[in-house]
């Protein structure tokens, strides 16, 4: 079974979503800058919605476009944001928080996991800026800080993702299990199926999968 993950811009596709449809809602806002977390009510009809419907809601916390280095005034907005994010019923979080160097930030994740309370984790499609050959030490450190799932599209060109699949393989086979990979960003009603071929994973996210 194929997993489908919808990737929403707040509330205006969620009316006609059925479990049937898809099993996750990842809810943002301001998808022209890859996404942004959504307002307090958004969030709030979003989960009450979705979850009438079981389909489960994935919340994005990113506080701006651009660049996923943050300093500290924007890691304090997104504790506030993971709070309210936690109180109305989500039931995952998507963050991605990079250094200067484009690496995992250990320190500012451990800095705002207190306020996730537990909550699964997804690292965002941040994770393509990670050069390549880091990023299987990049798998490693968020098994460690405790993430369930990475969002990626296998590269940060954006190119079509199929030409992608034997590295999301590559990485999918590395991570055996502990951590699960995600293709985004391409995946289609009418290609989700290959993608899911060629490269073995079995949850898919995007825009346009329904």
């Not at 959504?38 to 989960?47: H, M, N, R, T």
Request: charged share 25%; net charge negative.
């Amino acid at each position: 079974m194929i997993f489908k993950e919808f990737c929403a811009e707040n509330m205006t596709n969620l009316p006609a979503l059925n479990s049937q449809k898809v099993t996750r809602v990842e809810l943002c806002d301001n998808l022209t800058v890859g996404g942004t977390t959504p307002s307090y009510g958004v969030i709030k009809e979003a989960a009450k919605l979705l979850h009438e419907k079981n389909i489960s809601l994935a919340t994005l916390i990113r506080p701006r476009g651009g660049s996923f280095v943050y300093n500290d005034f924007e890691l304090k907005i997104m504790e506030e944001d993971i709070l309210q994010a936690v109180a109305l019923e989500s039931d995952s979080l998507v963050l991605g928080l990079l250094t200067e160097e484009n690496e995992v930030d250990a320190a500012a994740i451990d800095q705002l996991l207190p306020a996730t309370q537990g909550l699964p984790l997804v690292f965002h499609m941040a994770f393509d800026h990670i050069p390549r050959n880091k990023q299987k030490e990049a798998l490693d450190q968020l098994v460690d800080l405790g993430f369930v799932r990475i969002l990626l599209h296998g590269s940060v060109q954006k190119n079509d993702i199929l030409e992608n699949a034997s590295w999301i393989k590559e990485l999918r086979s590395y991570a055996d299990g502990r951590i699960e990979i995600m293709p985004g960003g391409g995946v289609r009603a009418d290609n989700y199926q290959e993608v899911c071929r060629l490269t073995g994973c079995q949850a898919v996210h995007g825009t346009h999968i329904i």
